[in-house]
């Protein structure tokens, strides 16, 4: 048992189950038992390993395709230089890194980080001390000036609600108690008219996920963007359209089932890119697999550079680190990559969009 399992137990035994979205999102963000309110997540200590993490070359090509972007549309000052989900700092850490030499770049940079969590709030002003971060509880509080952001596996996490096609409705997949354990069940028939246009790709007993909360993270971004100037750029784990149930959770970097270790695994989705642009009124680049967009960014050449100090060990990980990021049978294909900007103006570097 964990603590926010009894806590579960005895909410859902008082008021009735709970759905998906209500227990993602109890377990990652409780203020006291939370995932993200108590621990460091990252890294061989923690739970997973995200793609910054696994190699600097991430995070300094993505920064050069984002002042790329910058330069491309009259290089504005000042700026807004945001990430939603900072994890320790790292990305963003190379980021601006491998933009030092950007002529003016740093000088217009305000950087801002969307975080929620209290300890990774710590790691990252240490982290990023020299640029003064300021930090938000949501996008909403952004200013309102020029936009250039990064989300790299931020959108997995936000809280997901579950349905099951029954004929020609929805049930909503919940969470209950039985037997003083949680168990996983169905809603009775429920309107859903959201998902009105997944009655053609789906039939009885199919599960499609549905993420309320992507279109109000994107809406002030977007915003900001349309009135003011910049890109977005997501970066994560996920398919076209949702299909299927997706929860999963991880704990010492092993999957575990989602319903055993609330509050001490850290649970995710994958994204569901079609809804992702259908929230935002940006246009989209074509979405690209992860490997792919950081071919088009010259990683190998990078990585090439990098390799020439190295020997042994060292090189046997760097190798590796390359292989992981861009690999299809890593993280290349099953990540992916969407550029958001506005109408008329250049694609982000390493992508492109429909022809």
């Not at 990652?28 to 890294?43: C, N, S």
């Not at 996490?157 to 209950?176: C, H, K, M, T």
Request: net charge negative; proline share 8%.
């Amino acid at each position: 048992m964990t603590a926010l399992k009894d806590l579960l137990i005895a909410r859902i035994t008082q008021s009735g189950p709970i759905t998906v979205a209500d227990y993602m999102a109890e377990c990652l963000l409780h203020p006291e038992h939370g995932y993200y309110a108590t621990r460091d997540p990252l890294g061989a200590a923690g739970d997973f390993t995200t793609a910054p993490e696994i190699s600097q070359m991430f995070g300094e090509v993505v920064g050069l395709a984002l002042a790329q972007a910058w330069l491309d549309r009259g290089a504005p000052a000042p700026f807004t230089l945001a990430e939603l989900g900072p994890g320790r700092g790292t990305l963003m850490g190379d980021i601006l890194r491998a933009t030092v030499r950007v002529p003016g770049f740093h000088e217009a940079a305000q950087v801002h980080l969307v975080e929620a969590s209290p300890t990774l709030r710590a790691l990252q002003t240490e982290k990023l001390a020299g640029h003064a971060p300021t930090h938000h509880d949501s996008a909403e509080t952004l200013p309102d000036q020029p936009l250039f952001l990064v989300a790299n596996e931020f959108f997995d996490a936000l809280p997901v609600r579950q349905f099951v096609r029954d004929e020609d409705g929805w049930r909503e997949r919940q969470i209950g108690v039985k037997a003083g354990k949680l168990t996983l069940g169905l809603s009775d028939p429920l309107p859903a008219p959201f998902l009105n246009h997944r009655r053609e790709d789906t039939q009885h007993g199919d599960l499609v996920e549905y993420c309320p909360t992507a279109s109000a993270v994107l809406a002030p971004i977007s915003a900001r963007i349309q009135a003011h100037g910049g890109v977005a750029l997501v970066i994560d784990y996920g398919e076209w359209r949702s299909q299927g149930d997706t929860l999963q959770a991880l704990k010492a970097h092993e999957p575990v089932a989602p319903l055993a270790y609330p509050g001490e695994a850290d649970l995710t989705c994958h994204v569901d890119f079609e809804a992702l642009i259908a929230a935002s009124d940006l246009i989209p680049a074509r979405v690209a697999p992860q490997g792919l967009f950081l071919e088009r960014l010259g990683i190998t050449q990078r990585a090439q550079t990098l390799a020439k100090g190295l020997s042994g060990p060292a090189l046997d990980s760097h190798i590796a680190a390359h292989r992981r990021l861009t690999h299809p049978e890593e993280m290349g294909t099953l990540f992916k990559v969407l550029g958001l900007t506005r109408a008329g103006e250049p694609c982000i570097p390493g992508t492109t969009h429909d022809a």
